[in-house]
């Protein structure tokens, strides 16, 4: 298998303060796993998301992703990757409540050819109606509930069809059967595409249906 993601932290700072996490960690992932991570709450679950999407580089270690070293992508390389090649699944959503749901789910093709705006039109209709939220799509986010928003993060997060997928408390506010549906899409994406899925949870039954939990302590 190819090797996606070969990561060697010494440590992860923060400016203007002596803390560190991810001391001595390592992370290896091969293309199309399923890795989950689980861990209290301040041990670096999410900045170590972070590291991984190319959205912090305060750190120090050695880190190749798609078999090229980081930190020689200059920032027009990194924001490419991110759009293209990386979905962001936030447990926040980060949705843009001046945008309609529909709005915000294409936000990523803003930045890419004609040509690829309209092959991913096909997709994006499969995707907001297997999440079942097609009549949803000219809502303002702070009109729609927490699990509407989950689901309209989660189709921004895949209209790429992206390689790597990081979801972070992806089912936080949603009910069980909205968790079923996205955690199923992911896992069929996963498979049929060769999709490598790293998602940080709480919930332990849903790390246990991924390859491998990785536990972060403090």
Request: positive net charge; hydrophobic residues 40%; proline residues 2%.
């Amino acid at each position: 298998m190819k090797k996606m993601i070969d990561l060697k932290l010494k440590e992860k700072t923060f400016a203007k303060s002596s803390i560190s996490i991810l001391n001595d960690f390592t992370l290896t992932i091969t293309s199309g796993e399923k890795i989950a991570i689980v861990g209290e709450s301040g041990a670096g679950k999410s900045s170590l998301l972070n590291i991984i999407g190319l959205v912090d580089r305060h750190y120090s270690g050695q880190y190749r992703l798609f078999g090229m070293d980081a930190a020689k992508l200059n920032d027009d390389q990194r924001a490419k990757w991110r759009n293209e090649r990386i979905g962001f699944i936030l447990q926040n959503q980060a949705l843009l409540n001046s945008f309609s749901l529909e709005d915000n789910i294409k936000l990523p093709l803003l930045y890419v050819s004609k040509e690829t705006k309209k092959a991913k039109e096909v997709w994006f209709r499969q995707l907001v109606e297997t999440l079942g939220i097609e009549s949803l799509l000219k809502k303002k986010p702070f009109k729609c509930s927490g699990g509407e928003r989950a689901r309209a993060a989660l189709a921004r997060g895949l209209i790429m069809q992206p390689q790597l997928v990081l979801a972070d408390e992806p089912t936080a506010s949603l009910d069980d059967k909205n968790k079923d549906i996205m955690m199923e899409l992911l896992f069929k994406l996963n498979q049929i595409n060769n999709m490598t899925l790293i998602t940080v949870t709480h919930d332990l039954a849903i790390a246990q249906r991924h390859d491998c939990v990785i536990t972060i302590e403090r």
